[in-house]
């Protein structure tokens, strides 16, 4: 129902594992920092953890951004770094700022792709970053579940929206069009709002950030199926055997 997706999203952005996990990851760091300094690479790992905390969550994004700057810096100013390490944290932050709506997004990519550009060694990891556009984990919850199917489907047919969209040189999603799908008016729309909040990293051609057109995303549904087997009952819900002396003669408790 729709006051269960609800509940299901609050409980997807809103969930106590969020302070939890960040509480961790701020510990780790402080452990590191307490050990090692605050520049070290080993702190990297709790701070992309602790932006992607905040893109799940949908909240708090410039806390995530803070967390990839200082990243990037700590690689920037590492002696134990390679040019891919370096092109790795400033396409994490690139994607942060993507996420974020922040036009900085750009100029990182842009960077990381030169850098990868001038040793042929790193040439195919650019082309794995750059040659097409890659879907962001932007903090959409997850899709819900039909509580039903569908009346033209049967019960073993996929259910699905496909839909066909371009991305801009930005990473917004634009012309989103259903090309296909077996689901009600409900479910195509809801599919194509989802992809106008969806954000990619930008495809990038000889050092330009590009548009690509003729896209499309096939997205497949999960129905509620209601268990119709009638459940035993459990040993200790089972009604005790009557105690036939007390039974015969007509004899009740009353308390």
């Avoid at 040189?169 to 909040?197: C, H, Q, T």
């Avoid at 119709?228 to 819900?237: A, L, Q, R, V």
């Amino acid at each position: 129902s729709g006051q269960q997706d609800a509940m299901e999203h609050d409980l997807y952005r809103r969930g106590s594992i969020f302070k939890e996990a960040d509480r961790y990851f701020r510990q780790a760091m402080a452990i590191i920092e307490v050990e090692y300094g605050k520049q070290d690479l080993r702190l990297l790992p709790m701070l992309e953890g602790i932006a992607m905390l905040r893109i799940r969550q949908g909240s708090g994004l410039s806390i995530g951004e803070r967390a990839l700057e200082r990243a990037t810096r700590i690689v920037e100013g590492s002696t134990a770094a390679d040019p891919s390490d370096l092109a790795t944290a400033l396409v994490r932050l690139g994607d942060m700022y993507t996420i974020s709506s922040d036009r900085r997004a750009s100029a990182n990519y842009l960077r990381a792709w030169e850098m990868l550009s001038k040793d042929p060694e790193l040439q195919p990891r650019r082309n794995q970053l750059f040659d097409h556009p890659t879907q962001l984990e932007s903090g959409l919850p997850p899709i819900p579940a039909l509580n039903r199917m569908p009346e033209h489907a049967g019960p073993e047919d996929a259910l699905f929206v496909e839909v066909h969209f371009s991305v801009r040189e930005d990473g917004r999603v634009i012309n989103v069009r259903v090309k296909d799908s077996n689901l009600p008016f409900k479910w195509r729309n809801y599919m194509k709002n989802r992809m106008d909040a969806t954000r990619y990293r930008p495809r990038i051609v000889d050092g330009d950030a590009v548009r690509t057109e003729g896209l499309s995303h096939r997205q497949l549904f999960q129905w509620r199926r209601r268990d119709t087997t009638p459940s035993k009952p459990k040993p200790e819900d089972e009604a005790p055997e009557p105690d036939m002396s007390t039974a015969q003669a007509g004899i009740g408790s009353a308390d």
